[in-house]
Each structure stands twice: as structure tokens, then as C-alpha cells.
């Protein structure tokens, strides 16, 4: 007979596979949260696994019953968000679930959505099946952001002294000495092709990629996800408080593919060539008044369903972002070249030793071919 303590370590290896999955669909689900699903049998077996499809549909649940077909009799299912209980564009998959015979439950997260959030929960022990939450939730958190800080309940229920906004990955390119170009308002590479990519993988889980004008201006970047065989738009914002932006950058040129939002403080004024761009809905505006300051702004955006937002600031935004605590978490691409001069990451023209604040701690360091990334969670 296995143990209790042997069974948890396999019910636990079971959820870190549905959790891996979860992040198959990342930034590819629409407005559904990214789910992961695993079904095991009675001998302890995989049988089945799935995850939530690129749109949102079908839900990871369906996916992996439809795998494990019969095997799933009487076996357990592991999946990192309560099961949806209630009919949409598609029947509840709490009614596939108790159709199919399983016995056990495991979820990581109850579902904050109003439409659940506990109602799957009830109707499958109605049913008679053993059913146990927050396994793993801790770790499940950070799977789905986006869809946890749209329904308000990340910074809720984990820090309830916070206010709601998105939940926001910061990424910066760096030399070995703290410099982000050789000059102010001066562009150029600083990572490798590597690390491009793996910047690009960023842009394509996240709902949004934010900058300031200023990076606009130096870098004229297009700041889409440029991944082959990923089809979809890249959403990106860029905060222009004086609505200064080049109408030929590449960022206005290929809004008719990647939507981009221009965060600004006054309306237009009607000849500006902006208004072209709006009415055919290739830019969309956002006009904060008195209120442009990152704390309403961010609030705003989370209102228009960006729930996890990457920034990738220059120096002043980056230093603004900390002042405020607004960085959830922090990517540093570091390259081991040296300017001995330039523009810094500490808002200089001098070397800098740089570290994010103390609250931050180190939680992964690793290499792309000569790059280092350093990454920190609060």
C-alpha cells in the first residue's frame, strides 16, 4: 500500500505537469485563463492531458478527457483552475468531468470569475466525487496573472494593501557595466540574437508590451512578438503624454496587423493626423487628462483588459516604475561587453553596479550563448 507521504509526491508531480502545460497557451487563450489538465487512471497512470486552446477553446479539461477516453474511469484529474460550472459558448466542464467517471479532483486555484468561483467546486462534490482545492496554489499563482489581476483577485488575496492594476514584468538590456547605450538618446543592440528571442517569447505571453515615447523615438521598434509559426497580433502601448509620435514609425506603420495604444494626457487637437488611424481602428487612444501618472494609467489599462503588461523601459521609466512599487517581477538580458561610457541604467552618463531595490530577490540566473539574464520577483 503506497504512503500518504508517497502519494502526495506523486499528486504533486502530477500538478507540476498540469502547470507545465498551462504554459502552452500563455498569452494565446484570449480572455480564458491558460489551464493545464492532467487525468490519471486507477493503476496511477497518465491517461490523458490537455491544455486551454489557442482562443480559449476547448477548455484544458475537455482536452485531456477526450485523451484518456474510458481510461479515465475512476481515476484523478489534476487541474491548475476550477473546472467552469456554468454554460457559455460551450458546456460546463464540470458536467464532461463527472460524466466521465472520475473519482478525484485536484485544483490548484479556485476560479475568481463570479460566474464560478466555487460553484464547480460544489457541484462536483454534489456528485460525489473527493474533491480537494488549493493544491499547489501557491505556485499555480504565477501560471495565470493575467487572468488573476483582471478578475481582481491576485492583489486581493495575496497583498490586500495593494491597488488593483495589471500585473507587470519589467525587461531591460544591459552592458556588463550598467550602460544601456553609448550615449543619451542614442539607440542600438545590446543582447545578442538569443536573447532577442527569448525577449520575443516574453511579447507573446503577456496581453500587452508597453515603453515611453522616448525608447519610440531612439529605438523605433516594431515591439511585436517575432516568433515562427506564431500568427497572432502583439498588442503594444506606448505612453506619449504630448501625443508626439512620429506618424512613420514603425510602430503607427504596422497598426493595421499589431493594435497600438497611445496612452496620452489631452485629446488630439483635428488636423492631427492621428484621427485617420482612429476611425479606421488601427490606434486606439487613451486620454487620461489630469489623471497621466503611472498608478492611473495602469488602473486604466487593467479597466480595457490588459491584466499583464511588459515593460520594457529606459532608464527614467525604469526608475519611476520602482519609485512607485509597480514591478512585480524583473528581467535583466546582460551583456558581458563594456562601454566604459555612455548612457546607464542609473539614469548617468557613468558606470553603474546595478541591482533592483532590496525588496527584490534573485530567484534565476542562467545564459543565452554569451548573454547572462538575471531574474527578480518581489
Not at 515593460?311 to 524583473?330: A, Q
Not at 533592483?356 to 530567484?363: A, D, Q
Request: proline content about 4%.
Amino acid at each position: 500500500m503506497r504512503s500518504s507521504n508517497s502519494s502526495k509526491e506523486c499528486d504533486k508531480r502530477w500538478m507540476k505537469f498540469a502547470l507545465a502545460l498551462s504554459e502552452k497557451s500563455q498569452g494565446l487563450s484570449s480572455e480564458n485563463p491558460n489551464v493545464g489538465c492532467v487525468v490519471v487512471d486507477t493503476g496511477g497512470n497518465l491517461c490523458g492531458s490537455g491544455f486551454t486552446q489557442p482562443g480559449g477553446r476547448p477548455h484544458a479539461e475537455i482536452e485531456a478527457l477526450r485523451d484518456a477516453g474510458q481510461k479515465a474511469k475512476g481515476g484523478t484529474l489534476y487541474v491548475t483552475l476550477e473546472p467552469c460550472s456554468h454554460y457559455g459558448q460551450t458546456p460546463p466542464c464540470v458536467k464532461a468531468i463527472i460524466q466521465s467517471g472520475i473519482k478525484r479532483v485536484l485544483i490548484a486555484i479556485m476560479d475568481p470569475d463570479k460566474r464560478v468561483n466555487g460553484a464547480g467546486i460544489k457541484q462536483l462534490k454534489q456528485a460525489g466525487l473527493e474533491v480537494e482545492v488549493g493544491f499547489m496554489r501557491g505556485e499555480a499563482i504565477r501560471y495565470i496573472p493575467s487572468f488573476l489581476a483582471r478578475n481582481s483577485f491576485f492583489f486581493e488575496d495575496i497583498t490586500s494593501n495593494k491597488k488593483k492594476r495589471p500585473f507587470i514584468t519589467v525587461k531591460v538590456a544591459r552592458t556588463l557595466d550598467g550602460f544601456v547605450s553609448k550615449g543619451i538618446g542614442l539607440g542600438g543592440k545590446i543582447s545578442n540574437q538569443v536573447s532577442d528571442a527569448f525577449t520575443h517569447d516574453l511579447r507573446s505571453r503577456v496581453d500587452a508590451t508597453l515603453i515611453s515615447y522616448q525608447t519610440a523615438q531612439i529605438d523605433n521598434p516594431l515591439l511585436n512578438a517575432r516568433i515562427n509559426g506564431l500568427e497572432q497580433p502583439t498588442k503594444r502601448i506606448v505612453l506619449d503624454k504630448n501625443l508626439a509620435l512620429d506618424q512613420q514609425s514603425n510602430l503607427v506603420k504596422t497598426s493595421d496587423i499589431h493594435p497600438l495604444i497611445i496612452v496620452t494626457k489631452d485629446k488630439p487637437k483635428d488636423k492631427n493626423w492621428i484621427h485617420d488611424k482612429i476611425v479606421n481602428n488601427q490606434i486606439r487612444l487613451l486620454v487620461m487628462g489630469k489623471d497621466y501618472n503611472l498608478e492611473a494609467i495602469f488602473i486604466a489599462l487593467l479597466e480595457q483588459g490588459f491584466g499583464h503588461i511588459l515593460v520594457e523601459p529606459g532608464p527614467r521609466l525604469l526608475r519611476s516604475l520602482f519609485s512607485e512599487n509597480v514591478v512585480d517581477e524583473f528581467f535583466e538580458v546582460i551583456s558581458k561587453k563594456k562601454f566604459i561610457k555612455g548612457y546607464s541604467i542609473g539614469v548617468s552618463e557613468k558606470a553603474v553596479n546595478f541591482t533592483p531595490p532590496s525588496s527584490f530577490v534573485l530567484v534565476k540566473q542562467f545564459n543565452l550563448a554569451n548573454d547572462i539574464i538575471k531574474f527578480w520577483k518581489v
